[in-house]
């Protein structure tokens, strides 16, 4: 069924572990996400950025989702990703996602409390949770980017927390946007730090190209939430690479499409087993 986050991430927070949030691009990449999903019997965000919404439109993401959440057997959240200002989250509530995040992280602190404060009055009627983010997620993704990940400043959060009436918070704590060029310094005694000190669900950006023991340790460390997208695009366009060199007369998008969705389907369902999702829903 097609859900708000807000109970999954509720129920990941207390089990102490973390539902895995997945940027889609396309149908065949929902398919896959939600097959994933499905196949291990666990909650499931799928997630659009700016740029995706651009490319496909609200419309038509919302609508592949839901057709495929009406019949799978576990929840699934349509989340606005890295919501770019109040008139997008405006609209993707009105689309009908289910879960949305404005990121003022590049704004000052009462700006951001201000943008993010607003949104969460704006959906709040609806029941759709907010996520907010504090501190600064490196590298590049869509129209932001960082040239290095900023640390959540803990007595910032609390504050960003009681004056926003957010549902879930990303947080710095070393990651970035994209593959990582240097090893990522991650600071998981500021998740334990964070965790300890606010009650919302946390949430882990930028987790392509971390290992699996550095998102487990976030979880234990209370991340409730770890998204991944740059990985998924890579699968999915090495499915396709491999079709058209192995086979360069290919033509049917069917075919090279489905190699790239299968290979975003054994990506999910390993990262569901990573955030230790499975058999959650
Ligand atoms: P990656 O592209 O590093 O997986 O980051 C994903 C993300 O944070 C999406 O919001
Ligand atoms: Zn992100
Ligand atoms: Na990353």
């Given amino acids: 069924a097609l859900v708000t986050s807000k109970q999954m991430l509720l129920s990941a927070k207390k089990g102490n572990y973390a539902v895995g949030a997945f940027n889609a691009e396309n149908m065949e990449m929902v398919q896959a996400i939600i097959a994933a999903a499905e196949e ?11 740029s995706t919404v651009r490319y496909g439109g609200l419309e038509l993401y919302l609508s592949n989702v839901k ?8 929840p ?20 009908g996602y289910t879960s949305i995040m404005i990121d003022g992280s590049q704004l000052p602190l009462e700006e951001n409390i201000a943008l993010t404060r607003r949104v969460v009055e704006m959906c709040a009627p609806a029941g759709v949770p907010v996520e907010g983010e504090i501190g600064r997620v490196g590298g590049k993704e869509d129209d932001t980017q960082s040239e290095e990940s900023g640390y959540t400043i803990p007595s910032e959060a609390v504050r960003f927390e009681a004056e926003t009436g957010l ?4 947080v710095g704590v070393g990651t970035a946007h994209g593959v990582y060029k240097t090893t990522p310094v991650l600071n998981t005694q500021l998740v334990a730090e964070l965790a300890a000190l606010l009650s919302v669900p946390l949430v882990l950006h930028g987790a392509s190209g971390l290992s ?3 998102v487990r340790e976030c979880i234990r460390q209370g991340i409730c ?3 991944f997208a740059t990985e998924l695009r890579i699968a999915y366009s090495a499915g396709i690479k491999k ?3 192995d086979r360069p007369d290919t033509f049917d998008p069917k075919v090279y499409g489905g190699l790239g969705r299968e290979n975003v389907k054994n990506l ?11 058999g959650r829903a």
């Fill in 212 to 214: 699996d023991s550095a």
């Fill in 76 to 95: 699934v959240a349509l989340h606005l990703d890295h919501g770019s200002s109040f008139e997008l989250c405006a609209q993707a509530l009105r689309a």
């Fill in 167 to 170: 549902s879930s918070m990303a």
């Fill in 40 to 50: 291990m019997h666990a909650p499931v965000i799928i997630q659009t950025t700016p």
């Fill in 268 to 278: 999910v369902k390993d990262r569901i087993t990573v955030c230790g999702c499975s």
């Fill in 225 to 227: 939430k770890v998204n």
């Fill in 67 to 74: 057709a495929l959440a009406e019949k799978a057997g576990v």
């Fill in 243 to 245: 079709v058209l060199s």
